[in-house]
């Protein structure tokens, strides 16, 4: 079921209503209901690993707590058994072509097996926030009985920094150490997003970049060139940040260095790339283009509100006359921005 799909257009305001419609205690079952049907909606089979994880992790929480000698037993249990289902999911044929290729190198006759597997949809974001929810009950910070969901709203980063980042040490071992568990880390965020090497560049690009802004000096600006030193930022931020998508949005590194000469081969010649640059943004038509432009303008308008005050909750304060009109204009502008004879799956389903 697509995001921008008929059918999540009607199963969505249909269990928000619900939802709302409902006794409090009853709301958390219509969502694992609503839940389990939207994922079955792709291919019903693949909801037995879901069950799977939820079973072999709330099995082994209680284990640890009615078990207490035995906590660092059932953690195992629970990291061996989820993360070996991710692996063989999704990176055994990584790895096992990369081993193919190192033995090669070498002159070793070896050749891995390669398997036809599919990907189920989602397994990397709910193997690992089944395993926070072990690794918080084996640390004491919450019991198995208590909602096993509730570890679900965790982002990415709040998990790479909980439960990978600090546990190594995070910034408390000197500047080098830390400097090597931010890289660390950012290159397991790579190869969370895929089993290829070009994440894993690209997550290794973004640990480099973090890492030096961390080692340079942040000299203040006075504030008559404070403007244009956030411009000017905000550009380096930008350029860098594009820099490092080409190596995520590439299938291959080969790829990775055709976008990049011809990136480069663009700016050598700037009306050619404004003029393709123009002909992309109009490919929607007139009305997508103008709300681009305007979508642009509105977010840099919010950020430079953000530094004054948060915008969230300016926007907030808004009179409902004005506040859902908005709202409304945005969500009519997001479908226009939908590709006529395309679908637009949701980029993360394939993690």
């Keep these: 079921m697509l ?32 839940s389990y049907y939207f994922y079955m909606c792709w291919k019903p089979e693949f909801i037995v690993l879901i069950l799977y994880s939820t079973a072999v992790d709330y099995l082994c929480a209680l284990g640890m707590e009615r078990r207490a000698e035995h906590k660092k037993l059932f953690l195992a249990v629970s990291l061996t058994m989820n993360l070996g ?9 990584f790895f096992g072509a ?27 974001f709910y193997t690992f926030q089944t395993l926070s929810y072990t690794i918080d009950v084996h640390r004491g910070r919450m019991k198995a009985e208590r909602d096993f969901w509730r570890r679900w709203h965790i982002s990415l980063t709040g998990w790479f ?3 990978v980042y600090i546990p190594l040490g995070g910034n408390r071992r000197g ?17 969370w997003h895929g089993a290829g090497w070009t994440f894993v560049v690209w997550g290794g690009i973004n640990g480099c970049y973090l890492v030096l802004e961390s080692l340079l000096p942040h000299n203040g600006a006075d504030k008559a060139r404070a403007w244009a030193v956030e411009a000017l930022r905000m550009l380096k931020t930008f350029a860098l940040a594009c820099f490092a998508w080409v190596f995520f949005c590439a299938d291959t590194m080969a790829d990775t260095v055709t976008l990049l000469r011809a990136a480069v081969t663009g700016l050598a010649q700037p009306r ?3 003029r393709d640059a123009y002909y992309l943004l109009l490919s929607n038509g007139e009305w997508a283009a103008l709300f681009t432009v305007f979508s642009v303008a509105v977010l840099l308008g919010v950020d430079a509100l953000d530094e004054k005050t948060d915008a969230m909750e300016a926007v907030g304060r808004l009179r409902p006359i004005v506040r859902y009109p908005l ?9 226009l921005l939908i590709p006529k004879h395309a679908s637009a799956p949701f980029i993360y389903f394939q993690f």
């Design 161 to 163: 920094r909980e439960y």
């Design 175 to 191: 500047r080098g150490r830390t400097a090597l568990l931010k890289l660390v880390t950012f290159l397991l965020s790579g190869l």
């Design 3 to 34: 995001l921008n799909s008929l059918r999540f257009l009607v199963f969505f305001p249909l269990v928000f209503l619900l939802y709302w419609a409902l006794p409090h205690k009853a709301r958390k079952y219509l969502l694992l209901a609503a």
């Design 98 to 124: 990369t081993l193919t290729a190192l033995c090669c190198a070498v002159s070793i006759p070896f050749s891995a097996p390669v398997l036809s597997i599919i990907l189920p949809v989602g397994i990397s």
């Design 85 to 93: 289902l991710l692996f063989f999911f999704k990176y055994f044929n």
């Design 272 to 274: 050619a790339y404004l």
């Design 327 to 335: 709202y409304a204009v945005f969500l009519v502008g997001m479908v």
